[in-house]
C-alpha cells in the first residue's frame, strides 16, 4: 500500500526564520509531488509541484526532491504568521490517484 | 484559474435522507474526484470520474455513489446518510491523471443528526 508520511507537528518558528517541512513516501515509482496549505476549515491549495530531482524554488517556497531517498521537503523562507497552516504533501505513483499524507501543522509565532 | 465551485458550503441534514452534493469545474478537466475530510485521517478519496459516465471506486466508497452526467459536474450522493457521514467533502479536478496538479473546491461541510 502507498504511503506517504508527515511529522503530524505543530512544527513552530519564529517570524522571519526558514521552515522545514519534510515528507516521506513509500513507493519508489512515484513520479510527482505537490505541496498544498490549508488553513483552518478552507480547502488545500496547491503550492509547489516538483518532478525532478533537485530543487524548485517559487518565491519564498523551495520544494526539494531525493528520489533515491524518497524523501521531499518544503522549505519557507522568512517565514510570516499567515504562512500558518497545515502542510499536506502528496504523491503521484501513476495509477490515477495521489497518496496524501495527513499532513503538518505550521506555527508561525510573531 | 481553475475554478471549482461546490453547491453548498454548509449543510445539514437528517439520518436517513438522501443527500446530493454537487461540484462544477469550468476548465474542461478530464478527471474529477470527491474526498472527505477528517481529523487525524486525512483525506480519503471516495470516488473519482476520468470521464463523462465513467466512475471508479476509491478507498471508501461505501454508502456514496456518484454520477457524471456532464463532464464539468460531479455529484456525490449519499443513499441515506448516517452520522458517520458527517465530514467536509472536498472535490477536486484534475486535467491529466498522469501529470499535473490537482484543484479543490471550497469544500462542503455536512453535518448529519
Partial sequence: ?110 | DVKVTQSSRYLVKRTGEKVFLECVQDMDHENMFWYRQDPGLGLRLIYFSYDVKMKEKGDIPEGYSVSREKKERFSLILESASTNQTSMYLCATRRDLRLYEQYFGPGTRLTVT
Avoid: H
Wanted: charged share 15%.
Fill in chain 1, 1 to 110: 500500500q502507498k504511503e506517504v508520511e508527515q511529522n503530524s507537528g505543530p512544527l513552530s518558528v519564529p517570524e522571519g526564520a526558514i521552515a522545514s517541512l519534510n515528507c516521506t513516501y513509500s513507493d519508489r515509482g512515484s513520479q510527482s509531488f505537490f505541496w498544498y496549505r490549508q488553513y483552518s476549515g478552507k480547502s488545500p491549495e496547491l503550492i509547489m509541484f516538483i518532478y525532478s530531482n533537485g530543487d524548485k524554488e517559487d518565491g519564498r517556497f523551495t520544494a526539494q526532491l531525493n528520489k533515491a531517498s524518497q524523501y521531499v521537503s518544503l522549505l519557507i523562507r522568512d517565514s510570516q504568521p499567515s504562512d500558518s497552516a497545515t502542510y499536506l504533501c502528496a504523491v503521484f505513483s501513476g495509477y490515477s490517484t495521489l497518496t496524501f499524507g495527513k499532513g503538518t501543522m505550521l506555527l508561525v509565532s510573531p
